[in-house]
């Protein structure tokens, strides 16, 4: 079994910072890609940051909206996945998924997408 826990959110006004962190647990093989969606109220999932394995690179890409004041990166060592917020905005107010692509040895030949409970953030004065 295979499970994503995030940790880190909670309340901050307008221009603060927060640090999401994930971390993958179970009969890990290896992890892919990982990454972090949102979802705010009334409004359909997006994704926000993602991050490749260290064989593909490492390579980040981020939403328009966040590019610049977000960064994503991940231990490897620890399984985790991490989202430094940065200038935070009330539109940056949402529950923050973490997503991640796992070899486990139930799966053993391939990749499977595993998501976390999800945190709240929201940003107010």
């Known amino acids: 079994q295979v499970q994503l826990v995030e940790s880190g959110g909670g309340l901050v006004q307008p221009g603060g910072s927060l640090r999401l962190s994930c971390a993958a647990s179970?009969?890990?093989?290896?992890?892919?890609?990982m990454g972090w969606y949102r979802q705010a109220p009334g409004k359909e999932r997006e994704v926000v940051a993602l991050i490749t394995s260290v064989t593909n690179g490492g390579v980040t890409n981020y939403v328009d909206s966040v590019k610049g004041r977000f960064t994503i990166s991940r231990d490897n060592a620890k399984n985790t996945v991490y989202l430094q917020m940065s200038s935070l905005k009330p539109e940056d107010t949402a529950v923050y998924y973490c997503?991640?692509?796992?070899?486990?040895?139930?799966?053993?030949?391939?990749?499977?997408?595993?998501w976390g409970q999800g945190t709240q953030v929201t940003v107010s004065s």
């Open positions: 997503n991640a692509w796992i070899r486990s040895q139930r799966t053993y030949v391939r990749f499977n997408s595993y």
């Open positions: 179970g009969s890990i093989i290896s992890i892919n890609e």
